[in-house]
């Protein structure tokens, strides 16, 4: 679909959900005291469905409910936007919505993660809709969704009390897209097209950032092989081993060399002059 859309369910359902990423994210809305029970029940979902995280900030939220989060991140169905975690916070306070951010973003940091993409969420949002009482009025929003000048980033939020009905709720949006194709075709094209150059320009980016790091590193490669090459090694030798000498030692050294004929005695007085005979 042109719109990424998050199907919302609480993570104490059973659900059998066949879901292809393409068609949209389930978004597991899990309390913080309950997260080892969900990471363990993430196996029964299809390998193509792709999921994400949504919590409320007005919990408890420790240190350990913080790395219990993170682990989500390596499961290979977990849901990156451009790259980066998708995870959504839901809680009416902003300061708490706030804490639970930094918290996060703090330890994914040191896991190894330089961005997450945290969005808030509230139930009282223009996006957010209860599947089961409004099916009408999610694919009259839709509809409008796909006439107004948003990106493909920005999709609806729909909650489930029976996450079985996700697959009813898919085909209504589709239905609804393929009608928008119908009588828009040429917004249609812009808005697909919009969404692929988007997708390309985040890969171009991420190569070029990636050629960048490559490059940084084969710098400091050559400089770490210059530092021990062997004419710094003659250079070191030379600074320890004869600037240190005395003066007077030197100039022994040059009277003795004139002597025996290495060096000519025109070179001791004109700087200018060869010193060594060949």
Same mark, same amino acid.
């Given at each position: 679909?042109?719109?990424?859309?998050?199907?919302?369910?609480?993570?104490?359902?059973?659900?059998?959900?066949?879901?292809?990423?393409?068609?949209?994210?389930?978004?597991?809305?899990?309390?913080?005291?309950?997260?080892?029970?969900?990471?363990?029940?993430?196996?029964?979902?299809?390998?193509?469905?792709?999921?994400?995280? =949504?919590?409320?900030?007005? $919990?408890? *939220? +420790?240190? !350990?409910? @913080?790395?219990?989060?993170? %682990?989500?991140? #390596?499961?290979? /169905?977990?849901?990156?936007?451009?790259?980066?975690?998708?995870?959504?916070?839901?809680?009416?306070?902003?300061?708490?919505?706030?804490?639970?951010?930094?918290?996060?973003?703090?330890?994914? =940091?040191?896991?190894?993660? $330089?961005? *997450? +993409?945290? !969005?808030? @969420?509230?139930?009282?949002? %223009?996006?957010? #809709?209860?599947? /089961?009482?409004?099916?009408?009025?999610?694919?009259?929003?839709?509809?409008?969704?796909?006439?107004?000048?948003?990106?493909?980033?920005?999709?609806?939020?729909?909650?489930?009390?029976?996450?079985?009905?996700?697959?009813?709720?898919?085909?209504?949006?589709?239905?609804?897209?393929?009608?928008?194709?119908?009588?828009?075709?040429?917004?249609?094209?812009?808005?697909?097209?919009?969404?692929?150059?988007?997708?390309?320009?985040?890969?171009?980016?991420?190569?070029?950032?990636?050629?960048?790091?490559?490059?940084?590193?084969?710098?400091?490669?050559?400089?770490?092989?210059?530092?021990?090459?062997?004419?710094?090694?003659?250079?070191?030798?030379?600074?320890?081993?004869?600037?240190?000498?005395?003066?007077?030692?030197?100039?022994?050294?040059?009277?003795?060399?004139?002597?025996?004929?290495?060096?000519?005695?025109?070179?001791?007085?004109?700087?200018?002059?060869?010193?060594?005979?060949?």
């Amino acid at each position: 679909m042109l719109y990424t859309n998050y199907y919302i369910i609480d993570t104490k359902q059973s659900v059998d959900i066949n879901l292809d990423g393409k068609d949209g994210i389930i978004v597991f809305f899990t309390k913080t005291d309950n997260l080892t029970e969900t990471y363990q029940n993430l196996d029964t979902l299809s390998n193509a469905a792709k999921y994400c995280l =949504l919590i409320d900030s007005s $919990e408890h *939220i +420790d240190q !350990q409910t @913080v790395e219990l989060i993170i %682990s989500f991140f #390596f499961l290979p /169905g977990y849901f990156y936007y451009q790259g980066s975690p998708k995870m959504l916070i839901q809680g009416k306070n902003p300061a708490s919505n706030q804490n639970a951010r930094i918290a996060i973003m703090d330890e994914a =940091l040191k896991q190894g993660f $330089e961005k *997450i +993409d945290i !969005q808030f @969420v509230n139930e009282n949002d %223009s996006a957010v #809709f209860c599947f /089961g009482s409004q099916e009408m009025q999610i694919a009259d929003v839709y509809l409008n969704l796909l006439n107004s000048t948003h990106l493909s980033g920005n999709g609806l939020f729909i909650q489930f009390e029976n996450g079985n009905e996700i697959a009813v709720s898919v085909a209504l949006l589709r239905a609804t897209e393929e009608r928008f194709k119908l009588d828009n075709p040429v917004l249609y094209e812009s808005k697909r097209n919009t969404g692929y150059y988007n997708e390309e320009l985040y890969r171009m980016r991420a190569l070029l950032q990636s050629a960048g790091n490559e490059l940084d590193n084969q710098r400091s490669h050559a400089a770490i092989l210059r530092s021990n090459s062997m004419a710094s090694r003659l250079q070191h030798y030379y600074n320890n081993e004869y600037e240190n000498l005395p003066v007077w030692y030197k100039k022994l050294g040059q009277i003795i060399k004139t002597i025996s004929g290495k060096r000519s005695l025109r070179s001791a007085f004109d700087k200018n002059s060869k010193k060594y005979k060949a």
